[in-house]
């Protein structure tokens, strides 16, 4: 697990509990010793985030529970055009990020009454959305796209042109674009610093890279 991926996953963790935690059992959680929970919480305060450490029985390091969304209240008709349409997204395959949307999707769901659900349902029945779906990509070129956008991270990938040509290009991210029937990365190839459209169906391998540093 890279170090930024371990910040969020850390984060969340803290997040999740309703007592503190020592650095101890964070460092076995995640693999990495003492030393590196303790500057990796060092992390997290410098980016704003609430970590206190508590003292006494149950006590160790937690994050502020405060620190999240607020409270979003939808109602059926909200929640089923939201549902409907991220549906809509991941089945048409416009979003790469499907995962991310699917957890997302769940949440809305959750948040809603007993009753509310079953209006959803009901609702969701009536609406219908017909579609060509895009063109199919690897889910693991999907995650690693996702990671390198969201995390600003390069990304290595191996890409086949319309002439079966197949190359490796470091690029960054610029902005993802989604159409009816594709969706192209938009990137600067970090070599030539040539911009350019690839198309996500057509890379076939990708890899987050780290950053490099100042």
Known sequence: MQRTERLFALAEYLRGRRTGVTAEVLAERFGVTVRTIYRDLDS?????????AERGRGGGYALDRSY???PVNFTAREAALVVALGR???DMRLMPFAGTLESALDKVRAALSTSAQR?????LRELAFIGVPSLPSKKPVREALERAWFEQQPLRITYVDSNFLETVRDVRVMSVIMNRHETRVDGEDLTTGERRHFRLDHITRAEVLRAAGP
Do not use: D, G, N
Request: net charge positive; hydrophobic share 50%; aromatic share 4%.
């Open 88 to 90: 809509f997204a991941i």
């Open 119 to 123: 209006e959803l349902l009901t609702r």
């Open 44 to 52: 997290l305060r410098a980016s704003s985030m609430p970590v206190s």
């Open 68 to 70: 999240s969304l607020p």
